[in-house]
């Protein structure tokens, strides 16, 4: 399975952009999909999951009600809709696929992309 990341960039604080997940390999409707992101000097961290069909997400508390993740099937994309953004959002954010279940612990996530920055700024 290979992922691969776009839509990151600079942005002002309140602004939004929209990560997508392009999943080759594999047919993306039996995995489930994460996002995560590292900031400089920190650990890896959950943003976001969504199962198989779409039906069930999870959000990180930092994030809740302002990113939303998504999922189109049939395009083998997942994406991250990211609003209201803040500095502290600055990190490389990757995408992340395991087979079957939701999780939000990267270390049960097998495959991965090569990640993408975005840079809020104040």
């Known amino acids: 399975v290979q992922l691969v990341e776009s839509g990151g960039g600079l942005v002002q604080a309140g602004g939004s952009l929209r990560l997508s997940c392009a999943v080759s390999g594999r047919t993306l409707s039996n995995y489930a999909m994460g996002w995560f992101r590292q900031a400089p000097g920190k650990e890896r961290e959950f943003v976001a999951s969504?199962?198989?069909?779409?039906?069930?997400?999870s959000y990180a508390e930092s994030v809740k009600g302002r990113f939303t993740i998504s999922r189109d099937n049939a395009k083998n994309t997942a994406y991250l809709q990211m609003n209201s953004l803040k500095p502290e959002d600055t990190a490389v954010y990757y995408c992340?696929?395991?087979?079957?279940?939701?999780?939000?612990?990267?270390?049960?996530?097998?495959?991965w992309g090569q990640g993408t920055q975005v840079t809020v700024s104040s």
């Open positions: 992340a696929a395991r087979l079957n279940s939701v999780s939000s612990y990267y270390t049960q996530y097998s495959y």
């Open positions: 969504i199962s198989r069909s779409g039906v069930i997400t």
